[in-house]
């Protein structure tokens, strides 16, 4: 399977506005999950688009950058994971695993953006002590460059070169290691979640984590991942309203007993 040239460049320009949206406002499409969908939907195989998108998605959970430390492209691995594993017809796993040495590769590409970023910043600076607040604005918008540039050039020479990266990919790496990336992405998911539960309050709420378990481990066959979310909404939602009327129960107390001791007081004054 081959990918037009049409489909290079859409999925390339994606990638920019992707990383634009993670160093903005970040409404979404600078996730894996969004990256996966799109290229199944340019190439044509929604399904194995979604299913590497959704994956590295859960790797994602509970990592982010904190203090300029750099974390792993997996946005850039979503593209080119899902549309090497639309092209080659290796499927999911295969994808997903090699998605994550190229997220991890990107990574030291996303310190070269943050080194070329510098000069914008040094000319906003320099516009700043002019009072020219036009040359500030442009300085940061033209910082953006950088930031779109180092994913937007590997994400194009990997897609142009797709059908020979595959087969060159497929010629040089050993089975055992091609056996070893599919069982890696096959437990990518659970170490997503892992991360995940490692910042969550599990020990103060850990009732609701047991129940939500139970119904995916024993009724999976007839319960989706959407029921379990919305039957944890339902309990939120009663403990909320518990811990509400908990709440007034104790502030009317309270109110009552000041006015009774407030007639107390009065009683004592008329004295």
Same mark, same amino acid.
């Given at each position: ?28 499409? =600078? ?50 994971? !899902?549309?090497? !594993? ?7 796993? =295969?994808?997903? +695993?090699?998605?994550?040495?190229? +997220? ?19 000319? !906003? ?113 009663? =403990? ?7 709440? !007034? ?23």
């Amino acid at each position: 399977m081959s990918i037009s040239i049409v489909a290079i460049i859409i999925l390339t320009l994606y990638v920019g506005i992707g990383q634009l949206d993670a160093i903005s406002i970040q409404m979404g499409p =600078y996730t894996p999950l969004f990256g996966g969908t799109i290229t199944g939907l340019v190439l044509g195989d929604l399904q194995t688009g979604l299913i590497v998108g959704g994956t590295l998605q859960l790797m994602t959970l509970g990592v982010a950058t904190f203090g300029g430390a750099t974390v792993p492209d997996f946005l850039s691995g979503s593209v080119m994971g !899902a549309a090497f !594993a639309i092209l080659s017809g290796k499927g999911p796993e =295969y994808g997903i +695993g090699l998605a994550v040495p190229i +997220g991890l590769l990107l990574t030291q590409l996303d310190i070269v953006g943050r080194m070329t970023n510098t000069f914008f910043q040094h000319m !906003a600076d320099k516009a700043a002590e002019k009072g020219d607040y036009k040359g500030v604005e442009r300085a940061n918008l033209l910082g953006a460059l950088p930031w779109m540039l180092t994913r937007m050039i590997p994400v194009f020479i990997g897609l142009t070169f797709g059908d020979h990266v595959v087969n060159a990919i497929n010629a040089f790496i050993p089975e055992w290691v091609m056996v070893g990336l599919k069982t890696a992405g096959a437990i990518l998911p659970a170490m997503g979640i892992a991360i995940l539960m490692r910042y969550l309050p599990l020990k103060k709420y850990f009732p609701f984590y047991i129940i939500g378990f139970v119904l995916m481990a024993f009724g999976g066959a007839n319960f989706s991942l959407l029921g379990a979310a919305l039957v944890g909404l339902a309990f939120a939602g009663i =403990y909320l309203l518990t811990k509400r009327e908990a709440g !007034a129960g104790s502030a009317a107390t309270s109110n009552q007993s000041s006015t009774v001791y407030v007639d107390d007081e009065e009683v004592e004054i008329d004295e």
